[in-house]
């Protein structure tokens, strides 16, 4: 059975930074697609970044782009996401997901697998 678990998350100061990670079970982790996306209160499920099986390919949403960043460790299966320069509109809760089609996507629709997310709250 598939298991993705974040962690990570918490509550910090604007300017500051996290990362988060996600552990993964219960398949081969190199041959899935991975991403990160978050929810707000209220708001709709967005895509913030993701990365391919063997990590050489990365997309970010343009509003982290240059501030998080996204690797993995086909090792450990693991995929984390750094988040540097926190802003008060990166509050919400992180999940992670994984995809087994061979174009990256940046759609939630085209994930498999999800966790259950970890809250990240970052106050001005």
């Known amino acids: 059975q598939v298991q993705l678990v974040e962690s990570g998350g918490g509550l910090v100061k604007e300017g500051s930074s996290l990362r988060l990670s996600c552990a993964v079970s219960?398949?081969?982790?190199?041959?899935?697609?991975m991403a990160w996306f978050r929810q707000a209160p209220g708001m709709e499920r967005d895509f913030v970044a993701a990365?391919?099986?063997?990590?050489?390919?990365?997309e970010y949403a343009g509003s982290v782009k240059g501030r998080f960043t996204i690797s993995r460790d086909n090792r450990l299966n693991t995929v984390y996401l750094q988040m540097n320069k926190l802003k008060p509109e990166d509050t919400a809760v992180y999940y992670c997901a994984e995809d087994l089609d061979l174009i990256l996507s940046t759609t939630h629709v085209d994930y498999d697998y999800w966790g259950r997310g970890t809250q990240v709250t970052v106050s001005s």
């Open positions: 990365i391919s099986r063997s990590g050489m390919t990365k």
């Open positions: 219960g398949r081969t982790f190199d041959t899935y697609n």
